[in-house]
């Protein structure tokens, strides 16, 4: 058992200030006495948040999730270094084989459990609409089928899915019942065919205000639905891909289900230049991550940074960012994790003022840093 003591804790809905952790693997007590036997760890008067757990990463530090398992170890070993304890390595639209390739290479991942967790695979594309496609590659887009279920499924933990596309209604009842999450996005549907797909069993939206049809007076589009329908919602929080003020409206319009993720690319963490997103390329500039047209290719972004721009942003308190960032991303995949309490995994980030992290645990070892 291990005790970490001098520490200010996001719990669920407070922080509580100069409190303290016991946990091996699990979550054993917080704020109790230490008991005989247990290592101590001086937390130093930091802050402890719940492990990040970024949904929706296509890579890091060069390393693509397209480029399979071994990019995907090597970008769980950078990743907490910002505080994320798990994560979904995100694929691209691409030709089917490449696509069976890097979730094969997820599936791989998934077993050498070192670094942050990889919790499976996010397949974004290829069901996505044309006109909404963003950074994906056309040639490659295509409607759902029953053959794509067998595919993906015993890997990947969530679809993005346009619900206009021809198939839609069946794949999405059929992953649902197969516990795979879809998430609506890249898509031109509107409100009311927003509302049908998730009462097909559609649980969120993929990077909201972003290739999605837009909200307007007379027509909500999907960026509206995501605002008002029962379901979570990614949120790019770049100050690129949503402007402080709108993350601010979001967090207004939608208090309690918002999800923080990356989106990020090869290119995170690396200086500006060139990179590569599946079979487009691209180059970072002033930390814009842009195809040749200046059409947004995912970001670089790293999720503490996401963290701060969002409270910088909204004015949320840490609980309810750790709420985003932690809690929200572990209840859509039904995992009991993201949060500091007794019973769940211990996985968890001490940061600093600066948002650094300087001590990440992921199931009670540690994975980045030390005291």
């Known amino acids: ?8 804790i996001v719990t669920p809905d407070a922080l509580v200030r100069t409190g303290s952790v016991l946990y091996n693997e699990k979550i054993i007590s917080v704020g109790k006495p230490c008991p005989d036997g247990a290592e101590k760890i001086d937390g130093q008067g930091m802050t402890l948040w719940p492990g990040l757990i970024d949904i929706h990463t296509h890579g ?14 090597e970008t769980a ?5 910002y505080g994320v304890t798990a994560f979904l390595p995100t694929t691209v639209t691409a030709p089917p084989q490449a696509v069976r390739d890097a979730l094969d290479g997820v599936k791989a991942a998934m077993s050498q459990g070192e670094g942050a967790q990889v919790l499976g695979a996010h397949l974004e594309g290829p069901f996505l609409e044309k006109t909404r496609k963003g950074a994906h590659d056309e040639r490659f887009l295509c409607p759902p089928s029953a053959q794509w279920l067998d595919i993906i499924k015993g890997c990947v933990k969530i679809v993005t899915l346009a619900p206009e596309l021809d198939g839609a209604e069946e794949f999405t009842r059929e992953c649902a019942r197969s516990g795979i999450r879809v ?4 898509t031109n549907a509107s409100y009311e065919l927003c509302e049908q797909a998730v009462s097909w069993g559609a649980s969120s939206f993929t990077h909201i205000f972003n290739a999605m049809s837009p909200q307007t007076h007379r027509q909500p589009g999907a960026a509206g639905a995501a605002l008002m329908l029962d379901c ?19 967090f207004r319009l939608k208090p309690a289900q918002l999800i923080l993720i990356t ?4 290119a995170a963490g690396l200086p500006d230049g060139d990179f590569t997103l599946g079979t487009v390329s691209g180059t970072v500039k002033d930390g814009a991550a842009r195809l040749p047209d200046g059409t947004l290719a995912g970001s670089v972004l790293t999720m503490n940074k996401a ?5 910088q942003s909204t004015g949320a308190a840490p609980w309810q960012a750790a709420r985003f960032a932690a809690e929200n991303p572990a209840s859509l995949l039904g995992l009991q994790k993201g949060r500091i309490q007794v019973g769940y995994d211990a996985d968890f980030v001490l940061f600093d003022r600066d948002f650094q992290a300087k001590l990440t645990v992921s199931r009670g070892d540690a994975i980045y840093g030390g005291l």
């Open 77 to 81: 070993k950078q990743l907490p270094r």
């Open 232 to 250: 979570f919602a990614e949120l790019i929080c770049d100050n690129i891909h949503v402007v402080p003020a709108v993350q601010k409206m979001a």
């Open 60 to 73: 890091f530090g060069g390393r693509d999730t397209m480029d399979g398992g071994s990019a995907v170890a």
């Open 307 to 311: 963290v701060q721009n969002f409270l």
């Open 1 to 8: 058992m291990k005790y970490l003591y001098n520490v200010d």
């Open 263 to 266: 989106d990020s690319v090869m």
């Open 183 to 186: 998430s609506i996005g890249h």
